[in-house]
């Protein structure tokens, strides 16, 4: 697949885990693993950090290696069940708070024709995922614009 604000092609993605099952040096319980997943989202962790940080420190002194594998649910699946899922999606987020410092770059510097095209892709980037999004995670009327982005990045903190 090519990429998508380039000519050149793109790289193949990242392959699945061989096993469908954890391995046998990892013997963690599924329950132990769901409450450090809900406290590490109470503390304020992102759900990709909380999958780094059990496969970091683990769950009572043993790594975590595939939380899917450990409890036959994702991150964001165990976080909806206990009602500690983020109001935005990680990744619509991520690209906001991107294209807020771009803005904001842009306002002391008009010059700048690279973050200028890079703010273009980006918000181009917001619309799609907000295209994706809507109805689902994000409100049926809502539209991308810089004032939204940091109105709910605001009210995200």
Do not use: C
Not at 29 to 41: G, K, S
Not at 55 to 65: I, L
């Amino acid at each position: 697949m090519a990429r998508m604000h380039t000519r050149r092609r793109g790289s193949s993605g990242s392959d699945h885990p061989a096993a469908d099952e954890p391995p046998e040096w990892s013997d963690v319980d599924a329950e132990d693993v769901e409450e450090r997943v809900v406290d590490l989202a109470e503390q304020g962790h992102d759900p990709s950090v909380i999958g780094m940080r059990l496969r970091d420190e683990g769950v009572k002194g043993t790594p975590v290696p595939n939380v899917k594998q450990a409890t036959g649910k994702k991150v964001t699946e165990i976080l909806a069940e206990h009602d500690a899922d983020p109001d935005l999606p990680e990744d619509i987020r991520n690209l906001m708070e991107r294209a807020v410092r771009l803005r904001e770059h842009m306002a002391d510097n008009q010059q700048d024709a690279q973050n200028k095209r890079s703010l273009q892709n980006t918000e181009s980037k917001i619309r799609r995922l907000a295209d994706y999004y809507r109805g689902d995670k994000l409100d049926e009327e809502f539209q991308y614009s810089y004032e939204v982005a940091v109105d709910l990045l605001q009210d995200d903190r």
